[in-house]
């Protein structure tokens, strides 16, 4: 290791002093799970009702706002979460052979009879149970229950308690049920995904496009080289190679006719994913940074933007 670097538990050390006596205010981003700015969203369009985010960013001062963006790039962001839309009991979605081999008839409610355990989405196999689910009941015996309104607004039923038969009424015991026309659209829906990774780069970089009047910096929390804790982005190809990610202005020219804004989007779209998540060691990194502090990483000292 580095020896440079802070032990582990130095680092925890340092956590805990982040709570203490901190002068810098700190904005910083989270782009992990779902981010609130869509793909697209132009953050700039318009100023808020409210005191949000963009009403911060268009204060209307002639100061510009230093944000730093905390970027998670570690190793949970290579898993995928569906992106397609949601399920709409009003679609009629596209037929498909995936009950027992045989078409999933949009009104028609099967039975989960292998992978039950795994959810509506990881059954296996589904059988034809009740041909059509105005059929079924809107009341179970105690517990309550109302299946009915279960599969014709969300697609499925499950219970542990009340099974169906073929009738649509209610017995004792346990199953897992759903509409043809959800089982249609989950199997389209599940082709459509994307790493998370993929999805945080596409949110910042629109946020950085479309967002003026701002100077932004980007921190990881994991980097190839100097491991966990949340150093300064720094590309080391494209046309950002050799960028620097603190927060500056986008609009000033970063090398040759390139600006900060395309060398930034460029070096986020570079990054893969690493590392254990380390937020903690990355927001104290944050402060470091706004204080003008050294890095808890070793090496380099900041140069505050405030």
Known sequence: MNGQRRSYSQ??????????????????LWMGLAIALGPG??????????????????SGGTLQPNVMILFDNTDSMKDTVPTGPSYDPATSYTVTKK???ANCVS?????CTSGASDGATGCSKWT???TNVSSVKTTCPAPAANPSAALTTTGQWNSTVHNL??????GNGSGLYALG????????GKTMVRPKIDIAKEVASNFIRSTHGVRIGVLVLYDDLEGEGGPILKSSSGISNGYLATIKDMDATFSGTYTNREALVDA???LAWYGDTQLAEGLFEIMRYYQGGPSINGGLTYTSPI
């Open 41 to 58: 969203m132009d953050v700039a369009s318009g100023i808020d009702t409210y005191p949000g985010d963009t009403a911060i960013f268009q």
């Open 268 to 270: 986020i779209n570079g």
């Open 99 to 101: 009950c027992n081999s």
């Open 11 to 28: 680092k925890r050390e340092v956590s805990a002093q982040r709570r203490i006596g901190q002068s810098a205010w700190i904005f910083a």
């Open 128 to 130: 034809a149970l009740v």
């Open 165 to 170: 038969n073929s009738s649509g009424t209610c």
């Open 107 to 111: 009104n028609t409610v099967y039975q």
């Open 181 to 188: 026309n959800w089982i249609n659209w989950w199997q389209v």
